[in-house]
C-alpha cells in the first residue's frame, strides 16, 4: 500500500503538540530538528516538517496527503481541503485590537485606519462583510508592536492569554474568528484506509485524554448510590472485595466533571478513590 504522507509544522507553536499528537498514537519516529522530513517505522507515514503557512496548499495539491494546522491558515489560504477532525489545542482567537488610551467605539470606527495584521484576507473579508474601508498592512511578524512605532492605527492578530496584547499597551477590540489545530486531508481522499486507521488512532487518543479511570471502594449498602451517581458509564464493573459486605467499582468517567462526581462519590460512602489517565479508548 502506498505510504501516507502527513504534513505539521517545523517549529512553532503547534509543532510539539502534534509531534506527542503522533506519538500517543503509537507511531515511532525521530524527530530530529534538522530533518525535514522523517520514516515513521511501524506504520506506512512519512511526516514532512513544514511552514504552517504552506500547508493548507501542499495538501490540497496532493504533495501531502493529510496535514496538521490552525484552522486560520487554512481561512488566509483559501484551499479546497476536508476537515477530518478538531484536534482540541492551539486555541485561540484572532483579534482587532487597538491601543489602551484610544477612544475607539464600535467597528464604524476604524473606517479610514490603517490596521497591521499577518492575515490580510482573514481581515479583508471581514471588513467586506462589516462594510469599512480601511488600509491594511500586512508585516509578516511582531504585529503588536505597529501601533507603538506609529506603522498603524490598530492591528489584527492571534490572542491566546492577552499576554502580548497587554505587554504592547493594547486592549481587544473586536472577536474576528475563534481557530484551533485541525487535521486536514485532500478532498475525495477521505475514505482512504490509511487515514482512516490514523484518524481511528487519534480519536482514541482523544477521547481518553478526556476521561479519566476511577477505582473506588464501596459498602454494599451504599452500592445503588453510588452506582446511581455514575450517569452515561455503560456498565460498572463490580467487584467483591476480601473485606465481607465491600465491594470495588471500576469506571470511566469524564474529566470535566470530574471534581464534582468525586466529591458526590465521596459524600456518597466511597472509599479509596483511585484516578487513573487512559491512554486509548477504542469504541
Ligand atoms: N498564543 C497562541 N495560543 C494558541 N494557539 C496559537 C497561539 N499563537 C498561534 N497559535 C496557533 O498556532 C499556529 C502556529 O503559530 P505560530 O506562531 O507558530 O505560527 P508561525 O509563526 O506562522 O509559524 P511558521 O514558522 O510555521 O510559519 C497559529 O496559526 C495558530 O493557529
Ligand atoms: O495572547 P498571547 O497568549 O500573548 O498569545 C498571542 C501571541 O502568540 C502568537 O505569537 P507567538 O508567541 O507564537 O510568536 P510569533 O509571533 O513569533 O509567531 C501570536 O502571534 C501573538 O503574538
Ligand atoms: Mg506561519
Same mark, same amino acid.
Given at each position: 500500500m502506498k505510504t501516507l504522507k502527513i504534513a505539521i509544522q517545523k517549529s512553532g507553536r503547534l509543532n510539539e503538540k502534534s509531534v506527542e499528537l503522533l506519538k500517543n498514537c503509537g507511531l515511532s519516529f525521530e524527530n530530529y530538528k534538522s530533518s525535514l522530513i522523517s520514516t515513521v517505522s511501524n506504520f506506512p507515514l512519512e511526516i514532512l516538517f513544514l511552514r504552517d503557512d504552506d500547508i493548507p496548499e501542499y495538501v490540497q495539491d496532493g504533495i501531502a496527503d493529510i496535514g496538521l494546522v490552525g484552522e486560520n491558515v487554512i481561512a488566509e489560504t483559501n484551499v479546497e481541503v476536508?476537515? &477530518?477532525?478538531? &484536534? #482540541?489545542?492551539?486555541k485561540c482567537t484572532l483579534k482587532i485590537a487597538v491601543p489602551k488610551d484610544s477612544n475607539y467605539k464600535n467597528i464604524a470606527d476604524l473606517d479610514g485606519k490603517a490596521i497591521a495584521t499577518s492575515y490580510p484576507v482573514i481581515l479583508q473579508n471581514f471588513l467586506d462583510k462589516e462594510n469599512i474601508k480601511a488600509d491594511v498592512k500586512t508585516i509578516s511578524g511582531s504585529v503588536e508592536i505597529a501601533p507603538g512605532l506609529g506603522l498603524a492605527d490598530a492591528i489584527f492578530d492571534i490572542v491566546s492569554t492577552g499576554g502580548t496584547l497587554r505587554s504592547n499597551g493594547l486592549m481587544p477590540f473586536a472577536d474576528v474568528m475563534k481557530s484551533e489545530a485541525i487535521l486536514i486531508g485532500r478532498k475525495g @481522499? @477521505?475514505?482512504n484506509p490509511l487515514i482512516l486507521e490514523l484518524l481511528q488512532r487519534i480519536q482514541s487518543v482523544m477521547r481518553a485524554k478526556e476521561t479519566k479511570y476511577v477505582v473506588l471502594n464501596v459498602a454494599k449498602v451504599n452500592l445503588d448510590k453510588i452506582l446511581a451517581l455514575l450517569? #452515561?458509564?455503560k456498565s460498572p464493573s463490580v467487584l467483591p472485595l476480601a473485606e465481607d459486605g465491600w465491594v470495588a467499582v471500576h469506571t470511566v468517567i469524564p474529566e470535566r466533571d470530574f471534581w464534582s462526581h468525586i466529591n458526590e462519590l465521596k459524600a456518597a460512602g466511597a472509599q479509596g478513590i483511585v484516578v487513573m489517565p487512559i491512554e486509548k479508548i477504542i469504541l
Amino acid at each position: 500500500m502506498k505510504t501516507l504522507k502527513i504534513a505539521i509544522q517545523k517549529s512553532g507553536r503547534l509543532n510539539e503538540k502534534s509531534v506527542e499528537l503522533l506519538k500517543n498514537c503509537g507511531l515511532s519516529f525521530e524527530n530530529y530538528k534538522s530533518s525535514l522530513i522523517s520514516t515513521v517505522s511501524n506504520f506506512p507515514l512519512e511526516i514532512l516538517f513544514l511552514r504552517d503557512d504552506d500547508i493548507p496548499e501542499y495538501v490540497q495539491d496532493g504533495i501531502a496527503d493529510i496535514g496538521l494546522v490552525g484552522e486560520n491558515v487554512i481561512a488566509e489560504t483559501n484551499v479546497e481541503v476536508t476537515y &477530518l477532525q478538531r &484536534l #482540541g489545542f492551539g486555541k485561540c482567537t484572532l483579534k482587532i485590537a487597538v491601543p489602551k488610551d484610544s477612544n475607539y467605539k464600535n467597528i464604524a470606527d476604524l473606517d479610514g485606519k490603517a490596521i497591521a495584521t499577518s492575515y490580510p484576507v482573514i481581515l479583508q473579508n471581514f471588513l467586506d462583510k462589516e462594510n469599512i474601508k480601511a488600509d491594511v498592512k500586512t508585516i509578516s511578524g511582531s504585529v503588536e508592536i505597529a501601533p507603538g512605532l506609529g506603522l498603524a492605527d490598530a492591528i489584527f492578530d492571534i490572542v491566546s492569554t492577552g499576554g502580548t496584547l497587554r505587554s504592547n499597551g493594547l486592549m481587544p477590540f473586536a472577536d474576528v474568528m475563534k481557530s484551533e489545530a485541525i487535521l486536514i486531508g485532500r478532498k475525495g @481522499e @477521505e475514505n482512504n484506509p490509511l487515514i482512516l486507521e490514523l484518524l481511528q488512532r487519534i480519536q482514541s487518543v482523544m477521547r481518553a485524554k478526556e476521561t479519566k479511570y476511577v477505582v473506588l471502594n464501596v459498602a454494599k449498602v451504599n452500592l445503588d448510590k453510588i452506582l446511581a451517581l455514575l450517569p #452515561g458509564v455503560k456498565s460498572p464493573s463490580v467487584l467483591p472485595l476480601a473485606e465481607d459486605g465491600w465491594v470495588a467499582v471500576h469506571t470511566v468517567i469524564p474529566e470535566r466533571d470530574f471534581w464534582s462526581h468525586i466529591n458526590e462519590l465521596k459524600a456518597a460512602g466511597a472509599q479509596g478513590i483511585v484516578v487513573m489517565p487512559i491512554e486509548k479508548i477504542i469504541l
